[in-house]
């Protein structure tokens, strides 16, 4: 990349100059090395760090359905503390995602 060496000068961003192209399995595999968003982990809290309120498992067992107008019906079913499943429209195989709930507090 082109350097300057005038005070205040920095490095603009040019993905172009350093984007790597990955497969999809290459991706898979990056992936299970290292998954650690804004400094968590997988069982630590993310959204706004230190002033999210407690996980909780008040839903789990709660079924529930997301309906948009126009659009899509999604049937969700909350399995435990971490795990949220869902069918895909028009299929009977559920499928899971990482969930996470929040207690209001009083």
């Given at each position: 990349m082109p350097q300057s060496d005038q005070?205040?000068?920095?490095t603009v961003c040019h993905s172009m100059w350093t984007f790597?192209?990955?497969?999809?399995?290459?991706?898979?595999?990056?992936?299970?090395?290292n998954i650690v968003a804004f400094g968590c982990t997988a069982d630590t809290r993310q959204m706004m760090r230190g002033?999210?309120?407690?996980?909780?498992d008040l839903r789990v067992g709660e079924e529930f359905a997301l309906c948009y107008d126009n659009g899509p019906a999604w049937n969700d079913r909350v399995a435990d503390m971490k795990k949220l499943q869902w069918p895909k429209e028009g299929e009977t195989q559920w499928r899971e995602e990482a969930y996470r709930t929040f207690e209001a507090g009083e």
């Amino acid at each position: 990349m082109p350097q300057s060496d005038q005070k205040g000068a920095r490095t603009v961003c040019h993905s172009m100059w350093t984007f790597e192209n990955m497969t999809e399995e290459l991706v898979h595999q990056a992936a299970q090395k290292n998954i650690v968003a804004f400094g968590c982990t997988a069982d630590t809290r993310q959204m706004m760090r230190g002033n999210s309120l407690p996980f909780s498992d008040l839903r789990v067992g709660e079924e529930f359905a997301l309906c948009y107008d126009n659009g899509p019906a999604w049937n969700d079913r909350v399995a435990d503390m971490k795990k949220l499943q869902w069918p895909k429209e028009g299929e009977t195989q559920w499928r899971e995602e990482a969930y996470r709930t929040f207690e209001a507090g009083e």
